[in-house]
Structure formats: C-alpha cells, structure tokens
C-alpha cells in the first residue's frame, strides 16, 4: 500500500494545489486527506483483482486520487456524479 501512498504524496500533494494563505485551507486540507486515506484503503481492497487486460470503470471518483494511480497501470474511466463532471483517463 506504500506505493499508492508515496504516488499520491510524490505526485498529488495538496501543497502543489492549494496555499496555506487560503482562508479555507484546513477544510480543503481535512477533504484531501480523506480522499488520500479512501483511495489508499480502496486500492487495498481491490489490488488483488486488477488486471491489465480488463477495463476499470471507477465510479465515485471524487478528486481521484486512485484513478490517477491506476491510471498509470491499467486502463481506467472515472466518473463522479456528485455533481463534477467525470474525466476520462487513458
């Protein structure tokens, strides 16, 4: 579970996205790393069913953190309906 860890701290760290000066930055700081623990804990659950010659339809995709790991990997379309408009990785 590392690797996704690593990937998201390396990659999609909240500091490449946000400033601390952002009167809301504890809010958005507090979202970020739920989403980081979700996709972490997601990625533990179905790490052991993924395969390259299957496409991955992911949805609830939220800021997708998991999609963008696995997109490095596998083939995988995220959506999330929760009023974002989905995104599209491959």
Request: hydrophobic fraction near 35%.
């Amino acid at each position: 579970m590392s690797s996704i860890k690593i990937f998201i701290e390396n990659n999609l760290n909240i500091k490449n996205f946000v400033f601390k000066e952002n009167k809301n930055f504890n809010d958005i700081k507090n979202y970020y790393e739920n989403a980081k623990a979700d996709s972490i804990y997601c990625y533990s659950k179905i790490c052991d069913f993924l395969s390259k010659d299957k496409k991955i339809l992911e949805v609830g995709g939220g800021i997708h953190l998991l999609t963008s790991f696995l997109d490095k990997e596998f083939n995988i379309t995220s959506v999330e309906p929760g009023g974002l408009k989905g995104i599209q990785m491959n």
